[in-house]
């Protein structure tokens, strides 16, 4: 069993900065990667960025050269550094850790962060 906490939302002003965090504890040793997620009203929840366990990553290309994930892995936290946001990126913003066990994976997800771009 994993558990994911998410913290960091906001309300910040077009070309502002957040970070979000997200700490894992549990399991977490079974976890092969964590990311971000977000969701917008009439919208699927899409991929933001993706932390792997080798340390590569992946950004969905509407945030490449705006936000950067990291981690800390003696905290099991996983960070995201939001600049220059847009309106177009106020969303509530997920953050998820997948385990895999006996060849089994396993999603586990936080409660939601409501970020908004607005002046």
């Known amino acids: 069993q994993v558990q994911v906490v998410e913290s960091g939302g906001g309300l910040v002003q077009p070309g502002g900065s957040l970070r979000l965090s997200c700490a894992a504890s549990?399991?977490?040793?079974?976890?092969?990667?964590m990311g971000w997620y977000r969701q917008t009203p009439g919208k699927q929840r899409d991929l933001v960025a993706v932390?792997?366990?080798?340390?590569?990553?992946n950004y969905a290309d509407s945030v490449k050269g705006r936000f950067t994930i990291s981690r800390d892995n003696t905290k099991m936290t996983v960070y995201l550094q939001m600049n220059s946001l847009k309106s177009e990126d106020t969303a509530v913003y997920y953050c998820?850790?997948?385990?895999?066990?006996?060849?089994?994976?396993?999603?586990?997800w936080g409660q939601g962060t409501q970020v908004t771009v607005s002046s």
């Open positions: 549990g399991s977490t040793s079974s976890i092969t990667g």
């Open positions: 998820n850790a997948n385990s895999k066990v006996y060849g089994y994976e396993y999603d586990y």
């Open positions: 932390m792997n366990s080798d340390g590569s990553t």
